[in-house]
């Protein structure tokens, strides 16, 4: 913050605690020159004034905010750059990057700060990381993660990795896992980069980028029709014929990801264009949109901010939603 609004806030606050503390006092001093308790001398529809002085308690409770203000003013911070006596902070404002962040909540951790995210992650650490390692490792070997289908057996296991879904897969495929447009339904068996649990894991972990090019510059607009018209005949839909005939042949500029049969390529991350299943639309002017344009999508990597034994329990609790009979 700038020289400048530090002492705007400062000076805002400070005026307003003496603006208040002093229409208080003011308010205390009998100024009609008519003793306490006694008629002012005026009369609203039967009803008399009084010169009564304010509720005592009123102003004990009016009193006492205003010497809370002051001492919370000046153990924490509130007036502009003054960080307060304390030194707490909800968070490091100042970090830029995760590497940076979990440096600073190490060593918030470490010197005891009064940073209260760190405080609220080193004591959440101590109360569960016992039982994530519980439910993710096996008993006999702790130093070796449990299969996720071993994992999906146990129903405790399964709660808390959908509870960590919620927390950071939910935002993107919602909270019932099953997407949005530009984001894969994870409830329907239907894996661009392979649903075995050693891909799930890895994607995860290491997060995917998925690229498909845009063949505006490739191909002109009556091709790309054509083209279109092929890719949705390839899962059953109603098309011209003839057109969708045109399009097979310009087909081979998706063949190298999707192949010649439309199935796809789970190891190059390529959609099965035969099942009609669409992560991004399959409406016509979708699939156009895809093609002319093409599409780029980014799942981030967990590793950084998940443990391998969160990251296994949250994957068991995905492979899981396609695995319900799993015994």
Same mark, same amino acid.
């Given at each position: 913050?700038? !020289?400048?609004? &530090?002492?705007?806030?400062? /000076?805002?606050? !400070? &005026?307003?605690?003496?603006?208040?503390?002093?229409?208080?006092?003011?308010?205390?001093?009998?100024?009609?020159?008519?003793?306490?308790?006694?008629?002012? =001398?005026?009369? *609203?529809?039967?009803?008399?004034?009084?010169?009564?002085?304010?509720?005592? $308690?009123?102003? *004990?409770?009016?009193?006492?905010?205003?010497?809370? &203000?002051?001492?919370?003013?000046?153990?924490?911070? =509130?007036? =502009?750059?003054?960080?307060?006596?304390?030194?707490?902070?909800?968070?490091?404002?100042?970090?830029?990057?995760?590497?940076? &962040?979990?440096?600073?909540?190490? +060593?918030?951790?470490?010197?005891?700060?009064?940073?209260? *995210?760190?405080?609220?992650?080193?004591?959440?650490?101590?109360?569960?990381?016992? !039982?994530?390692?519980? %439910?993710?490792?096996?008993?006999?070997?702790?130093?070796?993660?449990?299969?996720?289908?071993?994992?999906?057996?146990?129903?405790?296991? %399964?709660?808390?990795?959908?509870?960590?879904?919620?927390?950071?897969?939910?935002?993107?495929?919602? /909270?019932?896992?099953?997407?949005?447009?530009?984001?894969?339904?994870?409830?329907?068996? !239907?894996?661009?980069?392979?649903?075995?649990?050693?891909?799930?894991?890895?994607?995860?972990?290491?997060?995917?980028?998925?690229?498909?090019?845009? $063949?505006?510059?490739?191909?002109?607009?009556?091709?790309?029709?054509?083209?279109?018209?092929?890719?949705?005949? %390839?899962?059953?839909?109603?098309?011209?014929?003839? +057109?969708?005939?045109?399009?097979?042949?310009?087909?081979?500029?998706?063949?190298?990801?999707?192949?010649?049969?439309?199935?796809?390529?789970?190891? %190059?991350?390529?959609?099965?264009?035969?099942?009609?299943? $669409?992560?991004? =639309?399959?409406?016509?002017?979708?699939?156009?949109?895809?093609?002319?344009?093409?599409?780029?999508?980014?799942?981030? /990597?967990?590793?950084?901010?998940?443990?391998?034994?969160?990251?296994?329990?949250?994957?068991? *609790?995905?492979?899981?939603?396609?695995?319900?009979?799993?015994?």
């Amino acid at each position: 913050m700038t !020289i400048f609004w &530090s002492f705007w806030i400062f /000076s805002i606050t !400070i &005026s307003t605690l003496l603006a208040c503390t002093t229409l208080l006092f003011w308010c205390l001093k009998n100024k009609v020159g008519i003793e306490d308790g006694k008629d002012m =001398g005026h009369e *609203y529809d039967g009803i008399r004034e009084l010169n009564n002085p304010l509720p005592r $308690w009123w102003v *004990y409770l009016f009193i006492s905010a205003l010497i809370f &203000s002051i001492i919370y003013l000046i153990l924490y911070p =509130g007036l =502009g750059n003054f960080q307060g006596i304390l030194k707490w902070k909800s968070s490091n404002q100042t970090v830029q990057t995760l590497k940076q &962040s979990k440096a600073s909540i190490l +060593e918030s951790q470490k010197n005891k700060s009064l940073i209260q *995210y760190a405080k609220e992650l080193d004591e959440a650490n101590i109360k569960f990381n016992k !039982i994530f390692k519980q %439910l993710a490792y096996q008993e006999e070997d702790i130093s070796i993660l449990r299969s996720l289908p071993d994992i999906a057996k146990n129903p405790n296991a %399964l709660k808390v990795g959908q509870r960590l879904f919620l927390q950071n897969c939910s935002q993107c495929h919602g /909270s019932d896992a099953r997407g949005q447009k530009g984001f894969p339904d994870l409830t329907n068996n !239907i894996w661009i980069y392979g649903g075995e649990p050693a891909d799930i894991v890895k994607t995860v972990m290491q997060g995917r980028i998925g690229e498909m090019p845009g $063949w505006k510059n490739i191909l002109d607009d009556k091709s790309i029709k054509s083209l279109v018209s092929y890719t949705l005949s %390839l899962s059953g839909r109603s098309v011209n014929t003839r +057109e969708a005939k045109l399009g097979e042949k310009h087909f081979i500029v998706c063949s190298a990801c999707h192949g010649t049969d439309g199935k796809g390529n789970s190891k %190059l991350g390529a959609p099965d264009l035969t099942d009609q299943i $669409w992560v991004y =639309g399959g409406s016509r002017a979708d699939v156009t949109e895809s093609i002319k344009n093409g599409r780029f999508s980014v799942m981030p /990597s967990w590793k950084d901010i998940l443990d391998e034994d969160k990251i296994q329990l949250v994957s068991a *609790y995905v492979w899981s939603l396609n695995n319900k009979d799993n015994d």
